[in-house]
């Protein structure tokens, strides 16, 4: 079973064309992760905490309707969290977020489980980032890695996060028990401005790191595995706009990994840079799938060629 932890809340989005017809998504990038595992028939679980009120039961159904396990999900007191989404005329979303005492970021340790024999755990973006709740995540991730596979894609939402200096001392910890690493070329921009993906990336490889990815949208992906560094072309999209695209790459790529045994880590040891390329433009194609619809909508496995 693969495990994504962190936050599930609304997209409120507001199209370019009427934005008096906003529109509620159950959205949030882990979320959206575990919905595109689900949806492709991978054994998912995902950890999160969702609130007892009407948005929360939205959550719990939508996650629970693409075959996502939720054994693990909390019921929380607190008010489900919320993003309001603005689209541009080109499909370009823009995010402001309402999470102040909501339910998604109040973790404590007795809530995670301490031995869930999972095969990788997928993590980052708010839920690792905000407290109180990241720091709890955080060390229990530190204490599965040993034996787990840790997936991190930071995806960046610059407006909660405080501090560069802060956050980067942050990710810096996130990278030491991860093994595999997805992240947008926009977000490494922002966290270490000026700077080379490409070099970020290989120190991030001589560190330890098994596989990393980095998106460049339209331009495609670079890939780092077994000494190789790869281009893999993006797939064309017919853009509706790019709501949950980065997130379905994720959960298409952890899909991937785990149908060819490549995901564990003793299968992660052993993948190869053509293993590494083939993954990545499977993501591809199920993120491109994800831009031709509005929303965070991956797609089914039997909506696959």
């Not at 980052?124 to 229990?140: K, M, N, Q």
């Not at 993120?287 to 496995?301: F, L, M």
């Amino acid at each position: 079973m693969i495990g994504v932890i962190g936050e599930a809340l609304i997209d409120l989005e507001v199209p370019a064309a009427d934005p008096r017809r906003p529109v509620a998504h159950p959205g949030g990038s882990p979320m959206n992760v575990a919905l595109t595992l689900g949806r492709l028939e991978s054994d998912v679980a995902f950890l999160g905490r969702l609130s007892s009120d009407a948005f929360g039961r939205l959550l719990r159904e939508h996650l629970a309707g693409s075959g996502v396990d939720l054994h693990w999900a909390v019921t929380a007191a607190e008010p489900s969290s919320l993003a309001i989404v603005s689209v541009g005329p080109e499909g370009g979303a823009e995010y402001s977020f309402h999470v102040n005492g909501t339910a998604d970021w109040q973790w404590t340790a007795g809530e995670l489980p301490a031995a869930p024999e999972l095969e990788a755990v997928h993590a980052g973006s708010l839920g690792l980032a905000l407290d109180p709740g990241g720091p709890v995540v955080e060390h229990w991730l530190d204490g599965l890695s040993g034996s787990t596979t840790v997936s991190l894609d930071p995806n960046v939402r610059s407006a909660l996060l405080g501090d560069r200096e802060s956050y980067r001392l942050r990710l810096t910890r996130w990278l030491d028990f991860s093994s595999i690493v997805k992240v947008s070329d926009e977000d490494l921009a922002w966290i270490w401005p000026g700077t080379d993906p490409a070099e970020l990336a290989r120190g991030w490889m001589r560190a330890g790191r098994k596989l990393v990815v980095v998106t460049r949208g339209a331009e495609g992906s670079l890939v780092w595995c077994a000494d190789e560094e790869i281009a893999v072309p993006a797939r064309p999209a017919r853009m509706a706009d790019t709501v949950g695209a980065g997130d379905s790459f994720s959960g298409a790529l952890l899909d991937w990994l785990g149908r060819a045994g490549r995901l564990a880590p003793e299968g992660l040891d052993r993948l190869s840079g053509a293993e590494a390329a083939a993954a990545v433009e499977f993501a591809s194609e199920v993120a491109a799938i994800t831009c031709s619809r509005a929303g965070a909508n991956p797609p089914r496995r039997s909506e696959l060629r």
